[in-house]
């Protein structure tokens, strides 16, 4: 009992400093704000609560825009996991259920069986009408009881029939989710792996060519130093934008981690490589970055680009390793253009990571 008390006044504590929050920054009293601030009473998120404290100490308030923003990037794909538990929890539950069913429907048979053996026996020995009567009346209603329990098995392995169906489309659900970057709403860097994987296999197998583009965002930390980390996710989301309205068909993207994201172009040579490779990062370039919470003009973002194309006897590694160094040759080089390992820039043996 004491240990609820406790418990109670633990949560209540934490309630009482998350509408504090909410009243003292007079934002609106919605679900979303008050999760945000229960959890940064908490303490549990330090990812969040980071965020947060700089952007008080950088403007002294949050914007609704911003509350949106913080919710969207470190709480609600914390929510999957929360999801696939419960799925999990229903799909044991519905197996227990239709267990416990199949149980009683076999208890069933077998007193069915037991009470056909003695009717067997019952007639055998019956010396009269009534008594044959007797034991057909016992056998009428002993099938009665049968094909009632057969009934309502069926009608039950019917809904739960329908219920694994939504149970599954739920799995799948959170699979995709599982393989989604939650700020970008790309292929995450699992989607990725398991993509090129796929995209080196089927380009041996077929014989055909595949090219890969590591893109990485120039200045990124200026962005997050200067204007804050929500402005840098706000980036983020600009060039994982441009790539969306670039890239169509049978093509991958993917946010390969921090501020790179990476391209899969099956079935396409070198040439078409580079002119998509300059399509994404003029497509980058021509949108100007506007702080979401104050509508200040902060300028335009730019890109650096490389390209390898799949060699005969490559890994993923070796793969992705030259576009990589491509890359960098980019950057090292002046930033904003696209280079590939057909460049004179390009130097595999000398990769310098560069901003």
Known sequence: MIGLLEEHERT?????????????????????????????????????????NETLARNGKITEAELE??????????????????????????????????????????????????????????????????????????????????????????????????????????RVESLTDPLTSLGNRKFFDRAIETAVEQSVANGEPLTLLMLDIDHFKSFNDNYGHLTGDQVLRLVAMSLKQTIKGQDITARYGGEEFAVVLPNTALRQALTVAD???????????????????????TISVGVSMLQPGDDTDAFIERADACLYAAKRNGRNRVICEADPEFSPADRVQVA
């Open 279 to 301: 399509n994404i990062r003029r497509a980058v370039m021509s949108k100007q970055l506007k702080k979401k919470s104050t509508g200040e003009i902060l300028g335009r973002v």
């Open 69 to 174: 923003q913080i919710y969207e990037t470190y709480l609600s794909q914390i929510k999957t996991t929360d999801r696939i538990d419960q799925v999990g929890s229903r799909v044991i539950n519905e197996i227990d259920d239709v267990m416990t069913l199949i149980t009683d429907a076999l208890g069933m048979t077998t007193s069915f069986d037991a009470s056909l053996e003695g009717a067997t026996q019952k007639l055998d020995k019956a010396k009269d009408r009534d008594q044959v009567k007797a034991v057909v009346e016992a056998l009428v209603a002993s099938t009665r009881e049968m094909q009632e329990t057969n009934k309502a098995l069926e009608s039950r392995l019917t809904a739960s029939k329908q219920e694994i169906g939504h149970l599954q489309q739920s799995l799948e659900a959170i």
């Open 12 to 52: 209540m504590a934490f309630a009482e400093v998350a509408l504090g929050q909410i009243r003292s920054l007079r934002q609106t009293a919605v679900p979303r704000n008050y999760e945000i601030w229960y959890v940064y009473a908490t303490g549990y998120n330090s990812a969040l609560n980071k965020i947060i």
